[in-house]
T-cell receptor, first 110, second 118 residues
Framework: DTAVSQTPKYLVTQMGNDKSIKCEQN?????MYWYKQDSKKFLKIMFS???????INETVPNRFSPKSPDKAHLNLHINSLELGDSAVYFC?????????FGPGTRLTVL | GENVEQHPSTLSVQEGDSAVIKCTYS??????FPWYKQELGKRPQLIID?????GEKKDQRIAVTLNKTAKHFSLHITETQPEDSAVYFC?????????????????FGTGTLLAVQP
């Protein structure tokens, strides 16, 4: 299937832990993004990458570190998790302006 | 920075009626306006988009209109069906094309929960 995929789908962890979310797209797009959707459904961009290069960093705490090993993958590592990090994290990729979203990872920090 | 306001936050219509969702953006340089539909527990899915050189675009029961002067754009759904029930998001972007679109930051509205009553 051609798509944007993310793992894991659900992630439940304790405060203070470090966790990673992985994203892969096989659409051949050069650009990938991470978005955060909070409990009120508000969608906000966190990062964008173009061909492994960081382009947008939206004043996200430096506990969040994206990594792009190649243009088809964009992973998100989060250190020292806090309660406020609980949200759904969406990966997306784009060609030109049109963005396609992954299925999301629901992160719950206890 | 760019800000997108979306109204109403909730909308309930009878099956077969029309639904209209309105958005206003702040940055006059915005030139790309997509609409996403998000069903419960699912990903946002692009349903229609419009660029600033066009005033209206239609795709079957869905249409989007853009008023650049007023910085308004709207989603119109006709002959609504229960499966149209979802959260709808508008967004605005300043698309420069630089870095293959990576600088095209989508700013989303706050969403509209549409409920279509059978």
């Amino acid at each position: 299937d051609t798509a944007v995929s993310q793992t894991p789908k659900y992630l439940v962890t304790q405060m203070g832990n470090d966790k990673s979310i992985k994203c892969e797209q096989n659409l051949g797009h050069d650009t990938m993004y991470w978005y955060k959707q909070d409990s009120k459904k508000f969608l906000k961009i966190m990062f964008s990458y173009n061909n492994k290069e960081l382009i947008i960093n939206e004043t996200v705490p430096n506990r969040f570190s994206p990594k792009s090993p190649d243009k088809a993958h964009l992973n998100l590592h989060i250190n020292s998790l806090e309660l406020g990090d609980s949200a759904v994290y969406f990966c997306a990729s784009s060609v030109s302006n049109t963005q396609y979203f992954g299925p999301g990872t629901r992160l719950t920090v206890l | 920075g760019e800000n997108v306001e979306q109204h109403p936050s909730t909308l309930s219509v009878q099956e077969g009626d029309s639904a209209v969702i309105k958005c206003t953006y702040s940055d006059s340089a915005s030139n790309y306006f997509p609409w996403y539909k998000q069903e419960l527990g699912k990903r946002p899915q692009l349903i229609i988009d419009i660029r600033s050189n066009v005033g209206e675009k239609k795709d079957q029961r869905i249409a989007v209109t853009l008023n650049k002067t007023a910085k308004h754009f709207s989603l119109h759904i006709t002959e609504t069906q229960p499966e149209d029930s979802a959260v709808y998001f508008c967004a605005a972007s300043i698309g420069s094309g630089v870095y293959g679109g990576a600088t095209n930051k989508l700013i989303f509205g706050t969403g509209t929960l549409l409920a279509v009553q059978p």
